[in-house]
């Protein structure tokens, strides 16, 4: 054995250093599938379905479709039942977000159905209707009010969507285009409920169009209500304040509702004056974290 080694110390080393080089076996990893049987992993989360919610997506579609409806009511000159569907729209796109998060069946699907869904019922909805309504005819002037409206809800939803990650919860930055649509359609709903029509009311419609859609890209921070707690106690005189503005809602729809969206688009301009004073960053979401340069202007 020992005339073996002495003849061949070369091959000694080789097989030393071979057994030294070989890879040692890592107890935390599993075991390997090519030999063996296949590793069946038993965790929960990696055998997730895929598929989508039928609760909160259907509420996604029926706002849909009464987006959809309001631009059919309004190719019929049924201008009031295009408003009310747009209010109808409000109230489910609304509804969609909280149940998916009550339930638990939040999905990166349901997130994007939602805003293919505001945009037409928010955006091209609102637009087309006003511009059939009124702006059709200051030519020109008209359809470019209408195309501003409609671009300024598409920039809307794609910066939120895409400035998810770093937004205060508690303030919207530019005017929601829920919110939006409310002050278009809520404007056309009183007009056509109270039968005033005229150039002067062409003119309104433009100012008020350009108003909501600039407002939906600007940087004015609008309050969110996200932080508002349904599950906490509230005084009594809470409970008769919602009373009484249901009734005058049930009384007067148009003009209660218009009032309510007028007073939300101005409280967005209050809110960033008084910042504005204070010293305090208007800026309620900043695109980039990396690049200094970018900060707080978006």
């Not at 091209?124 to 059939?132: G, H, K, R, S, T």
């Not at 919860?169 to 005033?196: C, E, H, N």
């Amino acid at each position: 054995m020992s005339r073996n080694v002495a003849r061949f110390p070369q091959q000694g080393m080789l097989a030393e250093q071979s057994a030294d080089s070989r890879p040692t076996a890592d107890m935390t990893q599993p075991p390997s599938t090519e030999s063996g049987p296949p590793f069946h992993d038993d965790d929960p989360s990696h055998r997730r379905r895929r598929g989508i919610y039928l609760l909160p997506n259907s509420f996604t579609a029926a706002a849909l479709f009464a987006g959809f409806y309001a631009i059919v009511m309004a190719m019929s000159g049924r201008y009031d039942s295009a408003a009310t569907a747009i209010f109808a729209a409000m109230v489910l796109d609304s509804l969609d977000g909280r149940v998916a998060r009550m339930t638990n069946t939040q999905s990166e699907f349901g997130a994007q159905f939602d805003s293919l869904a505001d945009m037409v019922s928010f955006g091209a909805a609102p637009a087309l209707i006003i511009y059939e309504w009124s702006l059709r005819g200051l030519g020109k002037l008209g359809w470019l009010a209408a195309f501003v409206y409609c671009a300024g809800a598409a920039l809307r939803l794609a910066r939120f969507n895409t400035n998810v990650g770093v937004v205060d919860k508690r303030y919207f930055q530019g005017l929601p285009s829920p919110a939006a649509a409310a002050l278009v359609a809520g404007f056309l709903w009183i007009m056509t409920d109270s039968g005033v029509q005229g150039a002067h009311v062409a003119w309104v419609s433009f100012v008020l169009t350009l108003f909501a859609g600039l407002t939906m890209v600007t940087n004015v921070p609008f309050y969110s209500f996200k932080d508002v707690s349904l599950r906490r106690s509230v005084p009594f005189i809470t409970i008769f304040l919602i009373v009484l503005l249901i009734g005058l809602i049930a009384y007067q729809p148009p003009l209660v509702l218009f009032g309510m969206f007028v007073g939300y688009a101005v409280s967005g301009y209050v809110l960033y004056v008084w910042h504005r004073l204070k010293g305090r960053p208007v800026s309620m979401i900043a695109t980039s974290v990396e690049e200094p340069d970018e900060r707080g202007l978006h």
